[in-house]
C-alpha cells in the first residue's frame, strides 16, 4: 500500500483543471487504472478508494483543484448522450453493427473527444469495474458526492448533474414514444389497453415533471405526484406494449419487431433507474446508492454493446424468437399422446417407408446417368425434394423431419415452468415426443426394407439383371458401414434436419408476416385469374402447407447438393438419412443375394441403422430444443431441475419412452 500511495502522490499532482481536454482525459484514464491496481480483487479497488478520498480530504487546495477539474470536465463532455444512449445499440441490421464492434476492437479510440460514451469506454472497460464501484457502501458514496457537492451550478442554482439526467430523461422518453408510434409495434397493440392513448400524454407528464422539478420555491408534495403520474403512465405504456406478444401468432414477429420490443423495455428500466437518481434530494446520501448502480449498469451495459459474442447471442435470440412460433404450431401435429394417435403414426410413418422404396430406386437410377457431381447433386436433391412432399400431400411421415419441428413445440411448453406439476407436465410430453419418435422410425424403417426387396426383385425381373451390379453393391455397404465415418455423416444429416426446420418456421413467419394468405384469397388480380372460390381453397391450403413445402424442399436440396459442395472444397463429407441408408442396404443385399447374408459388411451396415437413426433424431432435436430454449428465455436453473425430472422418470417407468400407458 505504501507504493500505491507513492503512484497515488504523483497522480495527484498531475490534476491540472486548466489542461486541454486531452490531458483531461489521460488523467481521468490513469486514474481509474491506478484505482483497479493489478485487478486482483475488487475489495483491493476498494482499498485504493479510500486512500484517494482520505489524500484528496486531508489537502483543502487538492480538493478545490478537484472541484475546479471537474467543472471543466462537465462543462465540456455531454454526460447526456452517456446516461440516455450508452449500451443501446442504434441499429437492427446484424452486418453493420458486427462491422462497427469490430471497428471499435481493431482501432484504437483517442481520448481527444467530448463523447461521453467513447469516453466511458477507455474510463471502465470491463466487468471488474461494476463489481468493485458495486461494493462501495453508503459513506464512501457520500464522502465522494461531498468532494463533487455544488462544485457544477448552472445559473438558477441548480446543479448542472440535475438537468443533464432530466435530459437523459427526456431522450429515453422520446424514443419510447416513437417506439410506440411506430406502425410495428402501434397496429398490433391492444385496443382496450391502448384507448388511454398513453404514449400521447407521456412528454406532457414529463414537461409537469420537469417543471415541478425545477420550480424555485419546490413544492415537494407537487413533485412527488408529478413524479408518480409520469412513473404510472410509463408503467402503462410498457402494458401495451406487452399486449404486442399476444398477436405474434397470428400475425408473424420479425427481427425489427423483437428488436424494438427489446429497445423499448430496456428503454424504460433505463429511465426508472434515472428517476431513482433524480428523486433524491442531492447528490448525498440519498442519490449515492442509485448513482452506484446505474454506472455500474452502465459498464456492464458497455460490455455487452461491445461485445461480438453478445451480438451473436442476441440476434441467435431475435431470430429464435421469430421461428421457433411458427416452428411449434407445426410441430404440434407429430406428438402423440394415447395408444390412438401412437397407432395412426405408426401406420403413417409406414407409408413414407414405402414411398421412400420409390426414391431409393430413383436415386441409384440419378446415379446410373453419370452426370457430373454438381448436376448428379441437384438432380438428386430435387428427387428428394419430390419425394418428401409427396409423403407430405400423402399425410404420410418421415420420421427424422419430426425432432426438429417438436422442440419448438416441447419448449413452448416452458413458459410457466416454475411449479414442479408445470416440470411433471413437461416430462410428460418429453415420453410422449419420445415415443412418437420411436414408432416413427420403426414405421419407415421395418417398412423401407421390405418395399426396397420388393422393389429390387421387381426391377430384376423386369430387367433381367440385378438393381445393382456387384461393385456397385458392395460399395454401397461398405459406405453404410459403421465402421467408417458413418456416425459423422449421421451427425452432419442431423444438422440439416434442424436446419430444415428453420427455413420451415422462417418461411412460415414471413407468410403470415407479409399476409400472403389473405392477399391470396382477396387480391383482385388473383381472383380474377384463380376464382374466388379457388382463391380461397388455394389460400387456405397453402396456409397449412407452407411450412412442410419450405422444409420438404430445403431438406431435399441439401440432401443431394451437400456431397457435391463438400467435394468441390475436398471435404468429401455425404450424408446418412436413416430411411433412406435402410433401403439402400435392402437394395444392396438384394442384387447380391442370400450369400449377401455371409458377409461381414452387410451386418456392420444393419449395426449402422440404428446409430444413424440416434444420430439424425438427437442432433436435430438438440439444436433445435436448444434454440427454443434461447426464444424462451429459460434459466439455468430451470433446465437443471428438467434435466433432473427426466431422469427420474427413466430411472422409474423406461417403458414409457417407448409404449403408450
Not at 468532494?147 to 435530459?167: E, F, N, Q, Y
Request: aromatic share 8%; proline share 4%.
Amino acid at each position: 500500500m505504501a507504493a500505491a500511495s507513492r503512484d497515488l502522490q504523483g497522480l495527484l499532482a498531475g490534476l491540472d483543471p486548466k489542461a486541454d481536454v486531452a490531458q483531461r482525459h489521460i488523467w481521468l484514464i490513469d486514474l481509474f487504472d491506478w484505482l483497479r491496481g493489478d485487478r486482483a480483487s475488487p475489495q483491493a479497488a476498494l482499498g485504493r478508494v479510500r486512500l484517494l478520498l482520505d489524500a484528496i480530504e486531508a489537502r483543502p487546495e487538492l480538493r478545490e483543484r478537484l472541484r475546479a477539474w471537474w467543472r471543466a470536465f462537465t462543462g465540456a463532455v455531454d454526460l447526456t448522450a452517456l446516461l440516455a444512449d450508452h449500451g443501446f445499440a442504434p441499429r437492427t441490421a446484424f452486418a453493420s453493427e458486427l462491422a462497427e464492434r469490430l471497428r471499435r476492437k481493431i482501432l484504437p479510440g483517442t481520448p481527444e473527444t467530448t463523447d461521453a460514451s467513447d469516453l466511458f469506454r477507455m474510463v471502465l472497460p470491463g466487468a471488474f469495474d461494476a463489481g468493485w464501484i458495486a461494493l462501495l457502501d453508503e459513506t464512501q458514496l457520500a464522502r465522494i458526492g461531498a468532494l463533487l457537492a455544488d462544485a457544477a451550478l448552472d445559473d438558477d442554482g441548480t446543479p448542472r448533474w440535475r438537468h443533464t439526467v432530466m435530459d437523459a430523461v427526456t431522450y429515453c422518453a422520446s424514443q419510447v414514444v416513437a417506439a410506440g408510434f411506430s406502425p410495428e409495434l402501434r397496429l398490433r397493440m391492444s385496443a382496450e389497453l391502448g384507448a388511454a392513448r398513453p404514449f400521447h400524454a407521456l412528454m406532457a407528464d414529463l414537461d409537469h415533471l420537469r417543471e415541478q422539478m425545477f420550480l424555485q420555491p419546490r413544492d415537494e408534495d407537487a413533485l412527488q405526484e408529478a413524479f408518480v403520474a409520469f412513473r404510472d403512465r410509463l408503467d402503462a405504456c410498457r402494458a401495451v406494449t406487452s399486449s404486442v406478444y399476444t398477436h405474434l401468432e397470428d400475425n408473424g414477429i420479425s427481427v425489427g419487431l423483437v428488436f424494438r420490443l427489446r429497445q423499448l423495455r430496456e428503454r424504460v428500466l433505463r429511465i426508472r433507474e434515472l428517476l431513482d437518481c433524480l428523486m433524491a434530494s442531492s447528490p448525498t446520501p440519498g442519490a449515492g446508492p442509485s448513482v452506484a448502480r446505474l454506472v455500474g449498469k452502465l459498464v456492464l451495459a458497455g460490455g455487452e454493446r461491445n461485445s461480438i459474442r453478445a451480438l451473436i447471442a442476441s440476434n441467435s435470440s431475435m431470430l429464435a424468437a421469430k421461428v421457433t412460433e411458427r416452428s411449434a404450431e407445426t410441430g404440434e401435429h407429430y406428438i402423440t399422446r394415447d395408444r390412438a394417435s401412437y397407432a395412426r403414426m405408426v401406420k403413417k410413418a409406414a407409408g413414407g417407408g414405402a414411398l421412400t422404396s420409390v426414391t431409393v430406386l430413383l436415386k441409384f437410377s440419378i446415379y446410373a446417368l453419370g452426370l457430373s457431381a454438381f448436376w448428379s447433386g441437384l438432380a438428386a436433391g430435387l428427387m428428394y425434394a419430390a419425394s418428401f412432399v409427396a409423403i407430405q400431400l400423402l399425410h404420410l411421415t418421415l420420421a427424422t423431419k419430426q425432432p426438429a419441428m417438436t422442440a419448438p413445440a416441447l419448449a413452448a411448453r416452458l413458459r410457466d415452468i416454475k411449479s414442479d406439476g408445470a416440470v411433471s407436465d413437461f416430462v410428460d410430453e418429453v415420453a410422449n415426443l419420445v415415443r412418437s419418435q420411436v414408432a416413427a422410425v420403426l414405421g419407415n424403417v421395418l417398412v423401407v426394407v421390405p418395399a426396397m426387396l420388393g422393389v429390387a426383385l421387381l426391377v430384376q425381373l423386369a430387367l433381367g439383371r440385378p438393381l445393382l451390379d456387384a461393385a456397385h453393391a458392395a460399395a454401397t455397404l461398405k459406405s453404410l458401414s459403421l465402421a467408417g465415418p458413418t456416425a459423422l455423416y449421421a451427425a452432419i444429416t442431423g444438422i440439416l434436419l434442424f436446419s430444415a426446420s428453420i427455413i420451415a418456421g422462417w418461411t412460415e413467419n414471413a407468410f403470415v408476416l407479409h399476409r400472403l394468405d389473405s392477399a391470396m384469397r382477396y387480391n383482385p388480380r388473383i381472383g380474377a385469374f384463380l376464382g374466388a372460390a379457388r382463391a380461397r381453397r388455394w389460400a387456405d391450403f397453402m396456409r397449412t402447407h407452407i411450412s412442410g413445402f419450405a422444409s420438404n424442399i430445403s431438406l431435399g436440396l441439401m440432401l443431394g447438393l451437400l456431397p457435391a459442395f463438400a467435394g468441390f472444397f475436398g471435404l468429401g463429407l455425404d450424408v446418412r438419412h436413416v430411411t433412406l441408408s435402410a433401403g439402400q442396404i435392402a437394395a444392396a443385399a438384394a442384387s447380391t443375394g442370400l450369400a449377401v447374408l455371409q458377409q461381414p459388411a452387410l451386418w456392420w451396415a444393419v449395426a449402422a441403422i440404428p446409430v444413424i437413426g440416434a444420430l439424425n433424431v438427437s442432433v436435430s432435436f438438440y439444436f433445435a430444443f436448444r434454440l427454443a430454449l434461447r426464444a424462451h428465455s429459460v434459466s439455468l436453473g430451470d433446465r437443471a431441475r428438467i434435466r433432473s425430472a427426466i431422469w427420474a422418470r427413466w430411472r422409474s417407468r423406461p417403458v414409457s419412452f417407448f409404449l403408450p400407458a
